[in-house]
T-cell receptor, first 109, second 115 residues
């Protein structure tokens, strides 16, 4: 079966750094996405990785290791508005997007 | 601004009373998707259209149907809503199916309550 694993919930402090991990087992791989979803709202795109390594985009970075079936999303200089769920999703060999359940990130002052 | 629009944002219906949710897009994307998302769960793909080519996910209940009369519009029909169908329904689009970069753009969602 296809599976995406992420922690259910994480807590971090404003101004700090947090790393949200995602491991996946899918039939094939055509890229990994991270989306941010605020409570009651639709997901919004954060990043896409298809090659190994780190992609940096402002305060957010995403890392991929295809051999390990592993990715992480790194958030720096956390702000209160970063409180949201972060969803990992993998595009499989049929170009179907397989979604994780998301990691709820709670930011404390 | 190019966008994905969903109406209504909040929908209340009675148990068993048919309901239709609508989605429109000004992005001119080929692919449209309907997802169901329950609290703290992953979005669950119900249907997707590549242009007018309809694709039903294997485990989508028969209670759900979809229509895409043209490139811009897509509808989700729930024939006889049950209490278990209360959820957020998300419409999304992507430029192409597959390929190197298949970012999906989401509408704001319709939150369905079944009484």
């Amino acid at each position: 079966g296809q599976n995406i694993d992420q922690p259910t919930e994480m807590t971090a402090t404003e101004g700090a750094i947090v790393q949200i991990n995602c491991t996946y087992q899918t039939s094939g791989f055509n890229g990994l996405f991270w989306y941010q979803q605020h409570a009651g709202e639709a997901p919004t795109f954060l990043s896409y990785n298809v090659l190994d390594g780190l992609e940096e985009k402002g305060r957010f970075s995403s890392f991929l290791s295809r051999s390990k079936g592993y990715s992480y999303l790194l958030l720096k200089e956390l702000q209160m508005k970063d409180s949201a769920s972060y969803l990992c999703a993998v595009l499989d060999s049929n170009y179907q997007l397989i979604w994780g359940a998301g990691t709820k990130l709670i930011i404390k002052p | 601004d190019a966008m994905v629009i969903q109406n209504p944002r909040y929908q209340v219906t009675q148990f068993g009373k048919p309901v239709t949710l609508s989605c429109s897009q000004t992005l001119n994307h080929n692919v449209m998707y309907w997802y169901q998302q329950k609290s703290s769960q992953a979005p669950k793909l119900l249907f997707h259209y590549y242009d007018k080519d309809f694709n039903n996910e294997a485990d989508t209940p028969d209670n759900f149907q979809s229509r895409r009369p043209n490139t811009s519009f897509c509808f989700l029909d729930i024939r006889s809503p049950g209490l278990g169908d209360a959820a957020m329904y998300l419409c999304a689009t992507s430029r192409v199916a597959g390929g190197e970069y298949d970012e999906q753009f989401f509408g704001p969602g319709t939150r369905l309550t079944v009484l």
